[in-house]
């Protein structure tokens, strides 16, 4: 028989805390809430069970909870009352997302990472990521233009963090410039790196009341490609990231874990609403214990890399794991 024997790291609770190489921290937990223009009240979104288009009240009380829990961070996305084709709302001093900022720094104060989201498939009729030209396609330099705007307005309204989304080339130095001409120098980007044009996106559309039915395979990310996420990743931090994310998590791993082998910011995967979703579904069956499936994803996305976790669990696994996630 053999005398070398894995096992006997394994035999009790304590023995494996012991050992334990990766765990999740709910500091790095950032929880990402939608706010509806106009809503008196929370609206519960079909796809993603105990999700919510919030209030903005009803988002200053989750706020507030995420900041008493201990949580890192929200990630803010607005759905505007009326959409056009050019997401003009967007832009609008006193829209959904300028107000849902002020209403969290309000409430939270510097106990929580504000982050919003700076794109405009929120804000269109038509569900792109961008301003489209006469052909259709999505305009690269004239959305960029747009982003940009958003950012400061958005850093105007306090945010902490600007988070954009729409993949399109130069966003980030775009966003810094206009940032650092507004005065805005202390104003933080999270970029999303790596985002890839995926299915598990799908209960987004219905938490901020998208149409959309096409593709984004024109902007994000091919999910056959992986060095190319090292392209973006390298772009990004030239163009002045202070962190980077990967998105979604679970079946992009293997893309995080290069990224966070040789970033030298901060790293963040976005476990995504089909990610939420799924799980929820087969646990609704009765085919998965739940509570653990959300803490394995959380426990693997860690373990890939990510220093920082967009989860629609944030609160809920803090809760959890009150005292041994903690810190
Ligand atoms: C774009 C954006 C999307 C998500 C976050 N930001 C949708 C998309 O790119 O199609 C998806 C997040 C999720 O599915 O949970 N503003």
Redesign the pocket.
Known sequence: MTAVRPRRLRPTGAMRRLVAENQPRISSLVL?AFVAEGGTSPRPIGSMPGVVQHSLDSLRGAAGEAAELGLGGIML?GIPAHKDAVGSAALEADGVLAAAIRAVKAETGDDLVVMS?V?L??FTDHGH?GLLDETGRVDNDATVEVYRQMAVLHAQAGVDVVAP??MMDGQVGQIRAGLEAAGHHNTAILAYTA?YASA??G??REAVDSSFAGS?REY?QDPANRREAMRELDLDLAEGADMVMVKPAMSYLDVLADVSAVSRVPVAA?Q???E?AMIEAAAERGWIDRDAAIDESLTSITRAGADIILTYWAAEVARRHATDWRR
């Open positions: 990402p996305f989201d794109c498939d929120e990521c989304s729409g985002k598990f996106y209960p987004f984004r994000q976005y995504v609403s089909g939420y």
